[in-house]
């Protein structure tokens, strides 16, 4: 059974994805900020998780597979087009905490192999 964490979950359009295609999985972490996307989620799934910032997250759970929807506001065509630079400050620079995380999950965990989608 793969042990997924998602980061940006949202609604939870990945563990959707997961089920839809018939996946043996189990989640053992989100990371959503957005209380009423966290609200939906815990609804959708049967999960009960707390809204989280991903800048303040230190390391990941230990997991198979790991999905993220980092902001795209700021690189979209609808967005303010402000691009998503590390260090930018902007909602799609939070794409950079995901590096950062991934980092300290393979120093952490001996260069394990992590699925990324």
């Not at 989100?30 to 989620?41: K, N, W």
């Not at 991934?102 to 001996?110: C, D, E, H, V």
Request: charged share 25%; net charge neutral; proline share 3%.
């Amino acid at each position: 059974m793969l042990r997924v964490v998602e980061l940006f979950a949202g609604i939870g359009a990945q563990a959707a994805a997961l089920d839809h295609i018939g996946a043996e999985w189990k989640s053992v972490g989100i990371v959503e900020i957005d209380p009423y996307c966290v609200t939906a989620y815990n609804a959708i799934h049967g999960t009960d998780y707390k809204p989280s910032d991903i800048t303040k997250v230190e390391r990941l759970p230990e997991c198979d597979l790991l999905t993220y929807s980092f902001p795209c506001t700021d690189i979209s065509n609808a967005g303010k087009q402000k691009g998503f630079a590390e260090g930018s400050g902007t909602r799609s620079s939070l794409l950079w905490e995901v590096r950062r995380l991934l980092r300290a999950y393979t120093k952490n965990g001996g260069g394990r192999r992590l699925n990324i989608f």
